[in-house]
């Protein structure tokens, strides 16, 4: 529902674990990034593992954790 693209989407759910696995085809690593998210974003979805393929490999979005005493200029350095 969130027409990014994808194809061949697999999804397989461990309850117990809460894990999401996810195969199948992105279009871009941006793609790729936003199934990760949309899979994690589930009640009882504790942890994704995006094994999805990219058609256009792109660097891989980079997170940071905000803590105090954290500026943007030493989080733009990092």
């Known amino acids: 529902s969130q027409n990014l693209g994808v194809s061949d989407v697999q999804v397989q759910f461990e309850g117990p674990e809460g894990k999401v696995t996810v195969k199948g085809t992105a ?42 005493g954290d500026t943007l200029s030493a989080i733009a350095k990092k």
């Not at 974003?41 to 995006?50: C, G, H, K, Q, R």
């Open 27 to 68: 279009p871009t690593q941006a793609a790729k990034e936003k199934v990760t998210l949309c899979c994690g974003n589930v009640a009882s979805v504790t942890s994704v593992d995006n094994q999805m393929s990219v058609t256009n490999p792109e660097p891989e979005a980079q997170y940071h954790d905000v803590v105090r």
